[in-house]
């Protein structure tokens, strides 16, 4: 549960800010959440649809926020049919996102069985954000030369991530 719920941080931070429209409030809100979840996989509990799950619980938690904020007299009024807008919403690009995280999970694999000089390429062009001059420049690489190797990187990865996504379909 704990690794479903740190998989889905994006989505679940996401949500709650569609919801507050506050970041502040969102990561207040996400930390709660993130109580309830070591809380509750600490109890052993078992989730089946975890991400309607844990909508369900961020906006159970965020009404908790908000409630508490009305008593201490900050005056917030949370729509409902809002929040139903955007928990629909949610629902419905759900098997999206559990798609996306599926795919980035199968291109960290991929990554991984890289040989080391394409590993270290991608490495510095995407992880460490440096452009294909820099890249030469540290790997004692020529332009051309880094732009090749991305490229056959790149379509390594792909090939990679396709033939993994196919196998799981299969299974």
């Known amino acids: 549960m704990l690794s479903q719920f740190l998989q889905q ?4 931070l996401a949500y ?12 207040e809100v996400f930390q709660e959440v993130g109580i309830v979840v070591v809380q509750e996989s600490q109890r052993g509990t078992e989730v089946k649809l975890f991400s309607a799950w844990i909508r ?12 508490k904020r009305n008593e201490r007299g900050e005056q917030f009024v949370l729509s409902g049919a809002m929040a139903d807008v955007v928990d629909q919403a949610f629902a419905e ?3 999206l996102c559990d798609q996306q995280q599926t795919m ?13 000089r394409a590993r270290e390429v991608i490495q510095l062009r995407y992880y460490e954000e440096k452009d294909n001059a820099q890249i030469a420049k540290s790997m004692n690489w020529t332009v051309p030369s880094v732009r090749v190797a991305l490229s056959r990187a790149r379509k390594l990865l792909s090939e990679c991530v396709q033939r993994k996504m196919r196998s799981e379909e299969s299974n």
């Open 16 to 27: 709650l800010l569609a919801q507050t429209g506050d970041l502040d409030v969102a990561e």
């Open 104 to 116: 980035f999970k199968k291109l960290k694999e991929c990554v991984e069985q890289l040989k080391r």
């Open 56 to 67: 369900e619980v961020s906006r159970r938690r965020l009404a908790e926020f908000y409630r």
């Open 9 to 12: 941080r994006d989505m679940i």
């Open 93 to 95: 690009n759900a098997p």
